[in-house]
């Protein structure tokens, strides 16, 4: 090779390193990175389901929820010509079919629509009812020595609180009553629990916490709850 050859190659080693290191100090190309060096980056699955919300059948913090007891993702409105109206949870079941009367004496005169929660050892069943049958609406709303009165949306009704045990079962009933153009309004709870006296005392304190639960629930309701006749 000649001299002016040399001197060529060396000219051309040089324009090539001058206009890499230029690129590399523009960021156009850059040296690749050691992969132990680089840090990943996890995208959680879905499931379709709402976080933090407990679906209806799971255990929830030694509790089991039962179709129609879980937490409320929205209410619903329900409405009957009957007169009244309410909200409830989306995820509980309403009826307004094949339903008892309630403390009603003439289940042909009566407008009826239930919830109901279970939890564990619990079942909480609110009804909500109207009857014009003059015999229920003359002994609606009657004043008692163990009667109260509760105001539900500026309605006041007449409260009754009992309780009975059978077969091993605690139940309590709330009822409120309330007389309006001729109609006799029911708003009545049933709460059924085990007997304390044949649970654990751990038993006992799900079976309170449980009890608690559904108060709070069935509570919801029966603060939406308005006359509209």
Request: charged fraction near 10%.
């Amino acid at each position: 090779m000649t001299q002016r050859m040399k001197y060529l190659v060396l000219a051309l080693i040089i324009v090539v390193l001058g206009g890499l290191w230029i690129l590399f100090s523009q960021g156009v190309i850059s040296m690749p990175q050691n992969p132990m060096d680089q840090t990943a980056t996890t995208t959680p699955a879905t499931t379709g389901q709402n976080p933090g919300t407990a679906q209806p059948g799971a255990a929830t913090g030694g509790q089991t929820t039962a179709p129609g007891s879980g937490t409320a993702t929205g209410l619903k409105s329900f409405s009957t010509p009957f007169g009244f109206s309410f909200q409830y949870p989306g995820t509980m079941t309403l009826q307004t079919t094949g339903l008892a009367a309630g403390s009603f004496k003439a289940p042909g005169a009566v407008g009826v629509a239930a919830l109901y929660a279970q939890m564990g050892t619990v079942v909480d069943r609110l009804t909500l009812s109207v009857s014009s049958e003059p015999a229920d609406v003359g002994d609606c709303a009657k004043q008692t020595t163990t009667s109260s009165t509760a105001t539900i949306n500026g309605a006041i009704f007449t409260k009754y609180a009992s309780s009975a045990t059978a077969e091993g079962q605690l139940t309590n009933t709330t009822t409120y009553q309330i007389k309006q153009n001729q109609a006799c309004f029911e708003i009545r709870d049933v709460v059924t629990t085990s007997d304390i006296a044949k649970l654990s005392a751990s038993e006992v304190a799900q079976q309170k916490a449980n009890v608690d639960a559904a108060a709070a629930l069935m509570g919801t309701i029966v603060a939406s709850y308005r006359l509209t006749y």
